[in-house]
DNA sequence: CCTACATCCTCTAGCGACTAGAGGTGCAAG
DNA sequence: CTTGCACCTCTAGTCGCTAGAGGATGTAGG
């Protein structure tokens, strides 16, 4: 039994020392044992769980998400209805946020595009911003 | 000249009334005529910046990207050179967003495909999250 | 053994862009 | 004149970290 410091935690999950440090403050993340000068040392199950964490953050699902996940993951006997729930809920709110980006990025090209590298005053950019009414009005 | 309470002026540019005191606090509107009893009265042009501010932000212009292009809105007879490589950027941004998101979906779909409605042990969700090595590793 | 230096510790404060709430004043209708 | 909403200021909270101060510990070389 290797004793991992925080900084190699740190290194083989991918989660910076102060983020690893903020997990455990909110709970995600057990205490771990100390060492007799007061150091963090984690064990292997505490890697997976941080990668575990990470992966999902890079997916975007909030923490309160992820908390709900790994209480699932901690007790896999019960039906996994609640984390599919969960990623179906992120998926729409993917497809959704995809699909308003779209409509942004073609706002914006015509933006771009209009813009005849003159004055101001003849900008499509501050123009297009300006008059609300020439865009879609797709407000939630 | 009738007078424009805040109430009005949320209501007409859709900006929160909290918000256009805070867009105030930060400068990027201007402190308005005081009624006397000390309530602000605003002016059609603060209906427009409103308009305008809440936009952009919409587009998801940062806050200080919109104080740029306010500055250029307010002196227009200087190259739009500036609006457009801030629209440039942004668009940039929003496209590599999209890239990232469309990946994010494929991802969740599977996820989601995969799970059997069965118990957690045997679920795709938690088992995508927990092994990193499952899926594209592109970290910026 | 001593020194240098990296890494660790705790704690507090800051980021962006608001939002919520407390506690008080102004104003228009009935 | 009172009711009740809209307004005022101010502070603190949100989320998910990140940065910095100021000090302790651990390790490698001399």
Redesign the interface.
């Known amino acids: 039994m290797k004793k991992i410091t925080i900084g190699e935690a740190s290194r083989k999950s991918?989660v910076k020392v102060p983020t690893i440090r903020y997990y455990e403050s909110i709970g995600l993340l057990a205490e771990p044992n100390r060492s007799e000068g007061n150091q963090r040392s984690y064990e292997p199950a505490d890697l997976?769980r941080l990668?575990?964490i990470?992966?999902?953050r890079?997916?975007?699902f909030e923490v309160e998400a992820i908390r709900a996940?790994l209480t699932?993951?901690d007790?896999?006997?019960?039906?996994?209805?609640s984390?599919?729930a969960?990623?179906?809920t992120?998926?729409i709110e993917?497809?959704q946020?995809?699909r308003s980006?779209?409509a942004?990025?073609a706002?914006?090209?015509l933006?771009?595009e209009g813009?005849g590298?003159?004055?101001?005053?003849?900008?499509r950019?501050?123009e297009v911003?300006?008059d609300?009414g020439q865009?879609s009005h797709s407000?939630h």
């Open positions: 991918g997976r990668a575990f990470r992966h999902a890079e997916l975007g996940l699932l993951q007790d896999p006997h019960q039906s996994c209805a984390a599919d969960i990623a179906k992120r998926l993917v497809e946020r995809i980006l779209m942004l990025k706002e914006l090209e933006m771009v813009c590298h003159g004055r101001v005053d003849q900008c950019v501050i911003l300006a609300h865009c407000h």
